[in-house]
T-cell receptor, first 112, second 114 residues
Framework: DAKTTQPPSMDCAEGRAANLPCNHS???????VYWYRQIHSQGPQYIIH???NNETNEMASLIITEDRKSSTLILPHATLRDTAVYYC?????????????FGSGTQLTVLP | DSGVTQTPKHLITATGQRVTLRCSPR?????VYWYQQSLDQGLQFLIQ???????AKGNILERFSAQQFPDLHSELNLSSLELGDSALYFC?????????????FGQGTRLTVV
């Protein structure tokens, strides 16, 4: 699975959009980009994933560059409850699901 | 609520003892994963089971073992416990097949070894 690079920490004002970047320059054509978050000591929570097209769900949007070497997770209106560690993970999705390999992630702090 | 249930939520035990952590996956999910998260450490993958069979192994100690039963629930057994085994242990489950399969995590078991 490709390695990812994320900034260790970011701040965002409440109500503003939070844009979390992720570099995955060695991504292969069959690897997906996943985003999870972990609110302090809780179980990681799935947010969104994508292959090459931009994706949006009720939680967030995922923008993947055309060359797929980087992506951005966008929380459109961040709230204090969005304060968490956000993990960008790249992995192959096979017939039987493979494990997720978590890096250090980005600590997002939403400020009042 | 992810649909993944882990019991117990908290466990305090002494060094040298053995404990069993239990995980009930989401209905229909065939894969179960176990992760360990020590204080100020990242999530470390331990082991994966798929439909009752071991599928992948990560950084799991020989003192630890796991299994997945016919009803798909899984147990993680930790023996000869040491202080350094104190951690959060998470279970996750996912469906088999299909592209872009996501995993759903339980709320974890906090193990304290004293």
């Amino acid at each position: 699975d490709a390695k990812t690079t994320q900034p260790p920490s970011m701040d965002c004002a409440e109500g503003r959009a939070a844009n979390l970047p992720c570099n995955h320059s060695t991504i292969s054509g069959n690897e997906y980009v996943y985003w999870y978050r972990q609110i302090h000591s809780q179980g990681p929570q799935y947010i969104i994933h994508g292959l090459k097209n931009n994706e949006t769900n009720e939680m967030a949007s995922l923008i993947i560059t055309e060359d797929r070497k980087s992506s951005t997770l966008i929380l459109p209106h961040a709230t204090l409850r969005d304060t968490a560690v956000y993990y960008c993970i790249v992995r192959v999705a096979l017939g039987s699901a493979r494990q997720l390999t978590f890096g250090s992630g980005t600590q997002l702090t939403v400020l009042p | 609520d992810s649909g993944v249930t882990q019991t117990p939520k908290h466990l305090i035990t002494a060094t040298g003892q053995r404990v069993t952590l239990r995980c009930s996956p989401r209905s229909g999910d065939l894969s179960v994963y176990w992760y360990q998260q020590s204080l100020d450490q990242g999530l470390q993958f331990l082991i994966q089971y798929y439909n009752g069979e071991e599928r992948a192994k990560g950084n799991i100690l020989e003192r630890f073992s796991a299994q997945q039963f016919p009803d798909l629930h899984s147990e993680l057994n930790l023996s000869s416990l040491e202080l350094g085994d104190s951690a959060l242990y998470f279970c996750a489950s996912s469906t088999a097949g299909g592209a872009g399969t996501e995993a759903f995590f339980g709320q974890g078991t906090r193990l304290t070894v004293v």
